[in-house]
């Protein structure tokens, strides 16, 4: 008979794992706790306190630490908190599911309340996009400009193809690295320290992390009416490159939206914060400098 995995030692990997991963973060910073009623969240804060703030959502699986390659570039000119969104694998200990997608916007209230944020910019990628998006609908009055890259799904239905790499990486190395090849291609490889982290997250049997989708959760693709009903500034950037859905019907349905502005990131792909983050960096902070 199979003895039980060690949940308590996978937890400990992932954590050493995620601790060599901020290893690369290029500035210095500061990482610490904020309790809301979802949990205690992490958040990693770099740049000047006197900085305007700006807000980094991250994507699923991957942590606050897949900024490594940007933070150098957003921190020049904001103070940075990238926060581990609660709920997915990273270093934020959940105290409870969600139930709604309510309580994903209330959670993130929650910890900009705790930061004394008002209001601020945001950049977010993939599943942060996606619970950017979600936040826009639900607290409009938070958000000044804000950066979306690779939402997920979000527009549109991701493919089915996604489904079979994503639920592949489940406890399957080979399976994080099929993967990143998908997304990837020959364009572009990861760094070890951040390979490393994801294996050890898929290999991370947490429960109160990284769960299944669900229906009255993510992820999910917005009505008509909650996407028209988002007046906030938005920079969609969509990659050349996209393999979870087909980019071009993602910027013809963001249409609906009253002030976007929409643009395809020539020579990337899904990840395209890490692919390409001179680019993408200076796109989010033109865009964010408008008014």
């Known amino acids: ?3 039980k995995p060690d949940i308590k030692q996978q937890e400990r990997n992932f954590m050493n794992a ?3 991963s901020l290893k690369l973060w290029p500035v210095s910073y500061t ?6 009623s979802f949990g205690l969240t ?6 000047n306190p006197e900085l305007p703030p700006l807000v980094l959502l991250h994507g699923a699986s991957m942590s606050s630490t897949m900024w490594y390659p940007n933070v150098e570039n957003y921190s020049s000119e904001y103070r940075v908190f990238a926060v581990d969104i609660m709920g997915d ?3 934020s200990v959940p105290a409870k599911e969600f139930t709604n997608r309510r309580g994903h916007a209330k959670w993130l209230e929650e910890v900009l309340d705790k930061l004394n944020i008002q209001k601020a910019n945001f950049v977010a990628l993939s599943y942060g996009g996606l619970n950017l998006i979600n936040f826009l609908v639900h607290a409009p009055n938070r958000a000044n400009r804000v950066v979306v890259m690779s939402p997920a799904e979000t527009f549109v239905h991701f493919t089915p193809e996604f489904y079979t790499y994503a639920f592949g990486m489940i406890q399957n190395k080979e399976g994080v690295e099929k993967f990143l090849n998908w997304i990837f291609e020959d364009r572009y490889t990861v760094k070890e320290q951040i390979a490393n982290q994801l294996i050890a997250g898929m290999m991370w049997l947490d429960t109160k992390r990284g769960g299944k989708p669900k229906k009255t959760g993510f992820p999910y693709v917005f009505t008509d009416q909650e996407l028209s009903s988002i007046k906030t500034p938005l920079l969609l950037l969509l990659g050349e490159y996209e393999v979870m859905y087909d980019p071009i019907q993602v910027m013809e ?3 609906i939206m009253p002030n976007i502005t929409s643009k395809i990131v ?3 792909g899904h990840l395209m914060s ?3 983050p001179e680019i993408t960096a200076n796109l989010a902070l033109e865009f964010l400098k408008e008014r």
């Open 1 to 3: 008979m199979c003895c």
């Open 18 to 20: 995620y601790d060599e």
């Open 42 to 47: 992490n958040v990693i804060e770099c740049g």
């Open 266 to 268: 020539e020579g990337a």
């Open 274 to 276: 890490l692919e390409a």
């Open 31 to 36: 990482e610490h706790f904020i309790e809301t």
């Open 253 to 255: 349905r963001s249409k």
């Open 89 to 91: 694998k990273n270093k």
